[in-house]
Protein backbone atom coordinates (compact mmCIF):
# COMPACT_ATOMS: atom_id res chain seq x y z
CA UNK A 1 0.00 0.00 0.00
CA UNK A 2 2.64 2.52 0.68
CA UNK A 3 5.07 1.35 -2.31
CA UNK A 4 1.14 2.49 -4.63
CA UNK A 5 1.07 5.72 -2.49
CA UNK A 6 4.59 6.38 -2.90
CA UNK A 7 4.28 5.69 -6.91
CA UNK A 8 1.31 8.05 -6.80
CA UNK A 9 3.13 10.91 -5.06
CA UNK A 10 5.89 10.01 -7.57
CA UNK A 11 3.87 10.72 -10.26
CA UNK A 12 1.84 13.78 -8.91
CA UNK A 13 5.31 15.49 -8.61
CA UNK A 14 6.39 14.67 -12.03
CA UNK A 15 2.98 16.24 -13.28
CA UNK A 16 3.25 19.72 -11.08
CA UNK A 17 6.72 20.10 -12.91
CA UNK A 18 5.62 19.62 -16.31
CA UNK A 19 2.67 22.41 -15.12
CA UNK A 20 5.47 24.58 -14.16
CA UNK A 21 7.91 24.39 -17.26
CA UNK A 22 4.62 25.21 -19.42
CA UNK A 23 3.75 27.77 -16.93
CA UNK A 24 8.05 29.03 -17.18
CA UNK A 25 7.49 28.80 -21.13
CA UNK A 26 4.82 30.73 -21.72
CA UNK A 27 6.47 33.81 -19.76
CA UNK A 28 9.61 32.91 -21.22
CA UNK A 29 8.74 33.68 -24.46
CA UNK A 30 6.58 36.53 -23.34
CA UNK A 31 9.87 37.60 -21.59
CA UNK A 32 11.67 36.83 -25.04
CA UNK A 33 8.90 39.41 -27.37
CA UNK A 34 10.28 42.26 -24.77
CA UNK A 35 13.89 41.49 -25.33
CA UNK A 36 13.45 40.68 -28.99
CA UNK A 37 11.01 44.00 -28.69
CA UNK A 38 13.61 46.44 -27.12
CA UNK A 39 16.76 45.32 -29.04
CA UNK A 40 14.83 46.61 -32.55
CA UNK A 41 13.15 49.61 -30.89
CA UNK A 42 16.58 50.56 -29.61
CA UNK A 43 18.09 50.54 -32.90
CA UNK A 44 15.24 51.68 -35.10
CA UNK A 45 15.05 54.65 -32.12
CA UNK A 46 18.44 55.64 -32.18
CA UNK A 47 20.07 54.33 -35.75
CA UNK A 48 20.35 58.59 -36.49
CA UNK A 49 22.61 58.82 -33.46
CA UNK A 50 24.79 55.46 -33.88
CA UNK A 51 27.27 57.50 -36.17
CA UNK A 52 27.72 59.96 -33.01
CA UNK A 53 29.07 57.65 -30.49
CA UNK A 54 32.64 56.54 -30.47
CA UNK A 55 32.10 53.41 -29.73
CA UNK A 56 30.14 50.21 -31.11
CA UNK A 57 29.29 49.18 -27.21
CA UNK A 58 26.12 50.62 -27.92
CA UNK A 59 24.73 49.09 -30.85
CA UNK A 60 25.84 45.69 -29.84
CA UNK A 61 24.08 45.33 -26.57
CA UNK A 62 21.21 45.96 -28.62
CA UNK A 63 22.07 43.33 -31.27
CA UNK A 64 22.47 40.76 -28.85
CA UNK A 65 19.14 41.42 -27.41
CA UNK A 66 17.98 40.57 -30.35
CA UNK A 67 20.15 37.42 -30.82
CA UNK A 68 18.66 36.49 -27.53
CA UNK A 69 14.90 37.39 -28.40
CA UNK A 70 15.01 35.06 -31.52
CA UNK A 71 16.36 32.21 -29.63
CA UNK A 72 13.66 32.46 -27.14
CA UNK A 73 11.12 31.38 -29.68
CA UNK A 74 12.75 27.97 -30.91
CA UNK A 75 14.07 27.18 -27.01
CA UNK A 76 10.59 27.93 -26.09
CA UNK A 77 9.20 25.44 -28.44
CA UNK A 78 11.87 22.84 -27.70
CA UNK A 79 11.07 23.32 -24.15
CA UNK A 80 7.14 22.42 -24.64
CA UNK A 81 8.64 19.16 -26.90
CA UNK A 82 10.58 18.29 -24.16
CA UNK A 83 7.84 18.56 -21.40
CA UNK A 84 5.45 16.55 -23.77
CA UNK A 85 7.69 13.88 -24.70
CA UNK A 86 9.55 13.10 -21.61
CA UNK A 87 12.59 12.66 -22.61
CA UNK A 88 16.27 13.06 -20.90
CA UNK A 89 17.93 13.94 -24.08
CA UNK A 90 15.76 16.31 -25.16
CA UNK A 91 15.74 18.13 -21.32
CA UNK A 92 19.12 18.17 -21.58
CA UNK A 93 19.05 20.25 -25.20
CA UNK A 94 16.72 22.48 -23.82
CA UNK A 95 18.93 23.12 -20.37
CA UNK A 96 21.69 23.75 -22.84
CA UNK A 97 19.63 26.37 -24.66
CA UNK A 98 18.60 28.27 -21.69
CA UNK A 99 21.74 28.38 -19.94
CA UNK A 100 23.09 29.84 -23.59
CA UNK A 101 20.32 32.51 -24.04
CA UNK A 102 20.63 33.39 -20.33
CA UNK A 103 24.31 33.97 -20.77
CA UNK A 104 23.87 36.19 -24.29
CA UNK A 105 21.18 38.04 -21.81
CA UNK A 106 23.51 38.40 -19.27
CA UNK A 107 26.17 39.84 -21.49
CA UNK A 108 24.12 42.42 -23.04
CA UNK A 109 22.81 43.74 -19.52
CA UNK A 110 26.64 43.89 -18.78
CA UNK A 111 27.25 45.73 -21.97
CA UNK A 112 24.76 48.13 -21.53
CA UNK A 113 25.46 48.66 -17.84
CA UNK A 114 29.42 49.26 -18.30
CA UNK A 115 28.64 51.66 -20.93
CA UNK A 116 26.34 53.46 -19.15
CA UNK A 117 29.03 54.53 -17.11
CA UNK A 118 31.36 55.58 -19.48
CA UNK A 119 28.49 57.11 -21.67
CA UNK A 120 28.87 61.05 -20.37
CA UNK A 121 32.91 60.81 -20.14
CA UNK A 122 32.61 59.67 -24.49
CA UNK A 123 30.09 61.99 -25.14
CA UNK A 124 32.46 65.13 -24.17
CA UNK A 125 35.45 63.75 -25.65
CA UNK A 126 34.21 62.89 -29.15
CA UNK A 127 30.68 64.95 -29.76
CA UNK A 128 32.37 68.39 -30.33
CA UNK A 129 35.05 66.97 -32.09
CA UNK A 130 32.43 64.85 -34.37
CA UNK A 131 30.41 68.02 -34.43
CA UNK A 132 32.96 70.50 -35.70
CA UNK A 133 35.21 68.88 -37.93
CA UNK A 134 33.07 66.09 -39.59
CA UNK A 135 30.00 68.05 -40.53
CA UNK A 136 28.87 68.96 -43.91
CA UNK A 137 32.09 67.49 -44.91
CA UNK A 138 32.32 65.51 -48.03
CA UNK A 139 31.76 61.80 -47.50
CA UNK A 140 30.46 62.30 -43.79
CA UNK A 141 26.81 62.74 -44.91
CA UNK A 142 25.81 60.23 -42.09
CA UNK A 143 26.94 62.28 -39.94
CA UNK A 144 25.71 65.56 -41.10
CA UNK A 145 22.19 63.74 -41.68
CA UNK A 146 22.89 61.98 -37.24
CA UNK A 147 23.52 66.05 -36.66
CA UNK A 148 20.49 68.08 -38.02
CA UNK A 149 18.43 65.30 -36.49
CA UNK A 150 20.08 65.42 -33.34
CA UNK A 151 19.29 69.17 -33.53
CA UNK A 152 15.51 69.23 -34.27
CA UNK A 153 14.67 66.50 -32.02
CA UNK A 154 15.86 67.48 -28.84
CA UNK A 155 15.76 71.10 -29.73
CA UNK A 156 19.24 72.34 -29.12
CA UNK A 157 22.50 73.79 -31.04
CA UNK A 158 25.93 72.63 -30.90
CA UNK A 159 27.15 70.17 -28.43
CA UNK A 160 27.52 72.26 -25.33
CA UNK A 161 26.20 75.10 -26.43
CA UNK A 162 25.39 77.39 -30.21
CA UNK A 163 29.19 79.19 -29.59
CA UNK A 164 30.84 75.61 -30.16
CA UNK A 165 30.31 75.77 -34.34
CA UNK A 166 32.17 78.91 -34.79
CA UNK A 167 35.23 76.95 -34.25
CA UNK A 168 33.63 74.59 -37.35
CA UNK A 169 35.01 73.29 -40.46
CA UNK A 170 32.05 73.94 -41.98
CA UNK A 171 31.16 77.43 -40.30
CA UNK A 172 34.44 78.72 -41.22
CA UNK A 173 34.59 77.52 -45.01
CA UNK A 174 32.71 79.52 -47.97
CA UNK A 175 29.50 76.23 -48.17
CA UNK A 176 28.22 78.00 -44.98
CA UNK A 177 27.63 81.38 -47.08
CA UNK A 178 27.68 83.90 -43.66
CA UNK A 179 25.71 81.39 -41.25
CA UNK A 180 26.94 81.48 -37.95
CA UNK A 181 25.52 77.49 -37.20
CA UNK A 182 23.67 74.98 -39.13
CA UNK A 183 19.39 75.54 -40.70
CA UNK A 184 19.28 72.50 -38.00
CA UNK A 185 19.93 74.97 -35.15
CA UNK A 186 17.16 77.13 -36.11
CA UNK A 187 13.45 77.52 -34.68
CA UNK A 188 11.84 78.53 -37.57
CA UNK A 189 12.43 78.79 -41.30
CA UNK A 190 12.55 82.31 -41.86
CA UNK A 191 14.76 83.03 -45.91
CA UNK A 192 17.30 85.25 -45.44
CA UNK A 193 18.44 84.90 -41.43
CA UNK A 194 18.36 80.86 -41.35
CA UNK A 195 21.32 80.45 -39.32
CA UNK A 196 22.92 83.64 -40.13
CA UNK A 197 22.18 84.81 -36.64
CA UNK A 198 22.53 82.94 -32.96
CA UNK A 199 19.82 85.13 -31.15
CA UNK A 200 18.08 82.99 -28.14
CA UNK A 201 14.21 84.13 -30.84
CA UNK A 202 16.07 82.31 -33.73
CA UNK A 203 18.17 79.66 -32.49
CA UNK A 204 17.58 76.88 -29.70
CA UNK A 205 19.46 77.93 -26.26
CA UNK A 206 19.41 74.66 -23.72
CA UNK A 207 21.56 74.41 -20.97
CA UNK A 208 24.66 71.89 -21.36
CA UNK A 209 23.46 71.92 -24.93
CA UNK A 210 22.99 68.58 -27.36
CA UNK A 211 25.29 66.62 -25.13
CA UNK A 212 23.40 66.77 -21.80
CA UNK A 213 20.02 65.70 -24.08
CA UNK A 214 21.84 62.83 -26.00
CA UNK A 215 23.32 61.50 -22.78
CA UNK A 216 19.88 61.67 -20.92
CA UNK A 217 18.44 59.90 -23.92
CA UNK A 218 20.66 57.52 -23.99
CA UNK A 219 21.07 56.20 -20.90
CA UNK A 220 17.29 56.19 -20.12
CA UNK A 221 17.57 53.64 -22.74
CA UNK A 222 20.71 51.64 -21.71
CA UNK A 223 18.81 51.35 -18.43
CA UNK A 224 15.80 49.47 -20.18
CA UNK A 225 18.21 47.52 -22.31
CA UNK A 226 19.88 46.60 -19.26
CA UNK A 227 16.77 45.79 -16.80
CA UNK A 228 15.33 43.74 -19.23
CA UNK A 229 18.44 41.77 -20.13
CA UNK A 230 18.94 41.05 -16.65
CA UNK A 231 15.58 40.48 -15.35
CA UNK A 232 14.89 37.80 -18.36
CA UNK A 233 17.83 35.97 -17.52
CA UNK A 234 16.99 36.04 -13.83
CA UNK A 235 14.01 34.15 -15.01
CA UNK A 236 15.50 31.62 -17.26
CA UNK A 237 17.37 30.37 -13.68
CA UNK A 238 13.47 29.15 -12.45
CA UNK A 239 13.49 27.64 -15.82
CA UNK A 240 16.26 25.72 -15.33
CA UNK A 241 15.70 24.80 -11.86
CA UNK A 242 12.48 23.06 -13.00
CA UNK A 243 14.02 21.15 -15.74
CA UNK A 244 16.55 20.27 -13.26
CA UNK A 245 14.06 18.82 -10.99
CA UNK A 246 11.72 17.03 -14.09
CA UNK A 247 14.85 15.46 -15.06
CA UNK A 248 15.69 13.84 -11.86
CA UNK A 249 12.41 12.88 -12.05
CA UNK A 250 12.41 11.49 -15.43
CA UNK A 251 16.00 9.75 -14.79
CA UNK A 252 14.67 8.10 -11.78
CA UNK A 253 11.35 6.63 -13.71
CA UNK A 254 12.28 2.88 -14.16
CA UNK A 255 9.92 2.90 -17.15
Same mark, same amino acid.
Given at each position: ??? #??? %?????????? !?????? #?? =???????? +?? /??? #? %????????????????????????? @???????? /?????????? +??? $??????? *???????????? @?????????????? $??????????? &????? =?????????????????? &??????? *? =????????????? *????? %??????????? @??????? $?????? =??????? %????? !??????????? @??? /????????????????????? $???????
Amino acid at each position: MSA #VYK %GDQEDWLTVC !LKYLLF #VF =NFLFWVGG +AA /VLG #V %GIWTLVEKSDYLSLLASSTFAASAY @ILILAGSL /VVVTGFLGCC +AVI $REQRSCL *SVYFVCLLLVFL @IELVAGVLAYVYYQ $RLSEELKQHLT &QTMTE =NYAQPGKETITLAVNSLQ &QDFKCCG *S =NNSHDWMASVYIS *SKQAE %GRVVPDSCCKT @ITPYYWG $RRDHPS =NVYKVEG %GCITK !LERFLADHLLV @IGA /VGIGVACLQICGMVFTCFLYR $RIKLDPY
